[in-house]
């Protein structure tokens, strides 16, 4: 599977944009790029998705780069609610394969007020 | 719509005592199920998952044990604990088709003496 570097920390202040960069410059043509959230002492919660267009839902948008080699997860207004450590897990999408997702240790993004 | 429930919430177990911990999922048929465990500090770790019941794999070599007795039920086991196996241990389920969107429980934070 592609590995994915990804900050170590970030800080946001509370009302503006959180962009939680990914690196994922091995990525290949049938993999997705997923995100998740850790809040403290809970269990990780989906965000996102995408291949290779760029994606929104009601959490989060997720922009892929043209060449698919770096994404970026925009939360647009940061709560102090959005404080938690950011997964991006690149995966294909096959379910033949889809039980081994490969945890890095994220970035902890520091919402403040 | 889907729930998953795992218990207990936190645990303080002595070394050398038994292990129980019970996941179950509502909501769906033939889910994939996963039990991850979390060092402090550390990402998740794939412990074991299953793609039905009485169907096993284990990713590590390790003092635990899986069971899924039932379609929605998976249990994870010792017979005798080691201060290793403390951690933070996470139960999950995904569709069998539906690719790598885990949904995690709130997990349990076992700490042996």
């Known amino acids: 599977d592609a590995k994915t570097t990804q900050p170590t920390s970030m800080d946001c202040a509370e009302g503006r944009a959180a962009n939680l960069p990914c690196n994922h410059s091995?990525?290949?043509?049938?993999?997705?790029v997923y995100w998740y959230r850790q809040i403290h002492s809970q269990g990780p919660q989906y965000i996102i998705h995408g291949l290779k267009n760029n994606e929104t839902n009601e959490m989060a948008s997720l922009i892929i780069t043209e060449d698919r080699k770096s994404s970026t997860l925009i939360l647009p207004h940061a709560t102090l609610r959005d404080t938690a450590v950011y997964y991006c897990?690149?995966?294909?999408?096959?379910?033949?394969?889809?039980?081994?997702?490969?945890w890095g240790l994220g970035t902890s993004l520091a919402v403040n007020p | 719509s889907q729930t998953i429930h795992q218990w207990p919430a936190t645990l303080v177990q002595p070394v050398g005592s038994p292990l129980s911990l019970e996941c179950t999922v509502e909501?769906?048929?033939?889910?994939?199920l996963y039990w991850y465990r979390q060092a402090a500090g550390r990402g998740l770790q794939l412990l074991f998952y299953?793609?039905?019941?009485?169907?096993i794999s284990s990713e590590v070599p390790q003092n635990l044990s899986a069971s899924r007795p039932q379609d929605r039920q998976f249990i994870l086991s010792s017979k005798k604990l080691l201060l290793s196996d403390s951690g933070f241990y996470l139960c999950?389920?995904?569709?069998?088709?539906?690719?790598?969107?885990?949904?995690f429980g709130d997990g349990t934070r076992l700490s042996i003496l």
């Open positions: 909501g769906t048929s033939n889910p994939n």
């Open positions: 999950a389920w995904s569709d069998s088709g539906q690719g790598n969107q885990q949904h």
């Open positions: 897990i690149v995966r294909p999408y096959n379910a033949g394969n889809n039980r081994k997702l490969i």
């Open positions: 091995t990525i290949s043509g049938n993999e997705y």
């Open positions: 299953s793609v039905g019941i009485g169907q």
